[in-house]
C-alpha cells in the first residue's frame, strides 16, 4: 500500500514537471524571432521530465519487486540531475528578474528535489522489502 | 511495551486520522512561520530602499512626469531614460539649503546586447556621489576605470566577467549588495565610460538614445539637504525657482509603497491569526472527539494497569508528536514556498523584497514551531483530563451490552 502510493506520487511529481516546463511555469519566450538561453534549458527539462514520467509509470505498472526498487534508483538519479539543469548546467537569462529566474528555476528544483526524495523513500522501503522476502 | 512504542503505535495504527492532524498542524505552522517571512521580506525591502537613495530630495526634469516614472525606475526596475540640462546643477547650487548634490546620467542598453532583456545603465559621478559609492564600497574601492561596472545584484554577471553594452566589452569590477528592488537590475559605470558607450551606440546606428550626451545633459540630481534646513521646504523652493525640473522628496517616493505594505502587511496579520484560531479550534474539537471514541480503549488500558497520570501522559504525547511532525513539515513546506518563489512574490506584489538574515529566519521558525507545539498539547488537555477520569467498569459495561 505505501509502495503503491510512493509510485503514484512519483508519477504525479514527474507528470507535473514535464507539463509544467512548458505551461505554467515555463522559461521566457522568444524575444525578436531569437530564442533565448533558457529556452534550451526548458527543452532539456521536457526532454528529462518525459523519461521520468516513463521510469513512473513503468515503476506503476510493473510488479516485481527488484525492477521496480531498480526504476526507482534511476528515477533518484535523473531527477537528483533535473534539479541542475535550470542555470548551472544550461544558462538562464541575465536578468534574475525574468520568467526562466522566478517561475521556471524554483519550480524544476522543487518539483525535482520533491521527486527525488520520493524515490529515494522508494527505493528504502524496496530495499527493505526485498531483505524481507529474502529472510523468509 | 514502553509508553514510546504504544504512543508511536497509535499514531500509525490510525493513519487517515494522524495525516488529517499532521495537515492541521502544518498548515498552521506553515501560515504563522511563511507569513512571518514575507512580512519581513517586504519590510526589508522598503528600508533597504529608503537608506539606499541616500538623498532626501531627487530633482528630474518634468518630462519625467512627476515622481511615477522615477518611482517606477527605482521600485520595479523599468528601464527608461530622461534629460535636462547640465545647467541645472548650478542653479542648484545657489539654492539655499542643499549641502551635496550629485547628478547621473540614464542610458539604456539595446535588449539584443544582453541576449534577453534592456538593461538600465546609470552614469555617476564618483567625486560627488553620494547614492551609489556608499554600495560600491564593500566591493570595489577603487575608482572605476574606462570601460568598468558595477553591476546590481539581479544581473547573472559576476566579478571579472565581460558585459557586452552596444558591442563594447565592459568588465564587471564590483557587484551591489542587494536591496530588493529596482536598483538592483541596473548597470552602474562612470561618465566616461557612458560617453563611450553612446559613441559605440551612434556607430551602431542607435540614434534615439545618443542625442544627448552627459557633457550637455543629466538625468536627475541626488540631493542631501544641509543639517537645520526643512527638506519640504527646500523641495518647493527648488520646484518654485527652477524651471522644467520636478523635485521630489524621496520619503514622499516611498509613501506609496509603504501605505502598499501595511494595508499587505495587515492582510498578513488577519491571515495568520484566522489560520491559528481556526487551527486550534479544529484540534479542540478533534481531540474530543477522539476522546469520545476512544472511552473504550482507554478503560482497557486502566485495566491492565495504566495510571490516570499515564493516560493523560499517553494523550498528551501523542499530540505533541503530532504537533512536532506537522509543525516540521510546516515550516519545510513554506521554506520551499518562499524561498525559491521570492522573486516571484516580489515581482506579483509589486513591492521590494528583501530577505532576512539566516538569525531572522530561524527565529520566526522557532516561533512557529513552539506556536503548534503548545496549540496541540493544550487542546488535548482537557481530553486527557477526561480520560483519566473516566469510570473504567462503566464504560466496559456499555461495551459488553
Known sequence: ?136 | MSIKKLLLKSITGRPLRSLALLFICAIMSGAVYGGAVVWASLDNGISSLEKRLGADIIVVPKSAGEKTKLEEMLLQGTVGYFYMDKSVSDELDKIDGVEKQSSQYFLVSASSECCSAKVQIIGFDEDTDISVKPWLQNSYSKRLGQNEIIVGSKLTTKVGQIFKLYGVECKAVGKLESTGTGVDTAVYASSDTVKGLIRAAQSKGISVLSKQSPDDVISSVYIKVREGYDIDEVTAKINLDIDGVQAVRTRSMITGTADKLSVLSAGITILIAAVCILSAVIMLVVFTALANERKGEFALLRVIGFSRARLARQVLGEAFVICVIGALAGIAAASAAVFPFGALIEKKADLPMLSPGILSVTGYALIAFSAVCVTGPLASAYSAYRLSRIDTGRILREGDS
Open chain 1, 1 to 136: 500500500m505505501k509502495r503503491t502510493i510512493l509510485g503514484l506520487a512519483q508519477g504525479v511529481a514527474a507528470l507535473v514537471l514535464t507539463i509544467g516546463a512548458f505551461t505554467f511555469f515555463k522559461a521566457c519566450g522568444g524575444m525578436d524571432g531569437k530564442f533565448m538561453a533558457c529556452h534550451w534549458a526548458q527543452n532539456a527539462v521536457v526532454l528529462v521530465g518525459i523519461v521520468l514520467t516513463v521510469l513512473a509509470l513503468a515503476r506503476i505498472v510493473l510488479r516485481d519487486d527488484n525492477i521496480r526498487t531498480g526504476l526507482s534508483i534511476g528515477i533518484f538519479a535523473l531527477s537528483a540531475a533535473a534539479a541542475f539543469i535550470p542555470g548551472t548546467a544550461i544558462n538562464l537569462c541575465m536578468m534574475k528578474d525574468m520568467a526562466c529566474h522566478t517561475a521556471f528555476k524554483p519550480a524544476v528544483i522543487v518539483i525535482s528535489v520533491l521527486l527525488a526524495v520520493l524515490s529515494l523513500a522508494d527505493v528504502i522501503a524496496g530495499f527493505v522489502l526485498i531483505g524481507k522476502k529474502r529472510s523468509q
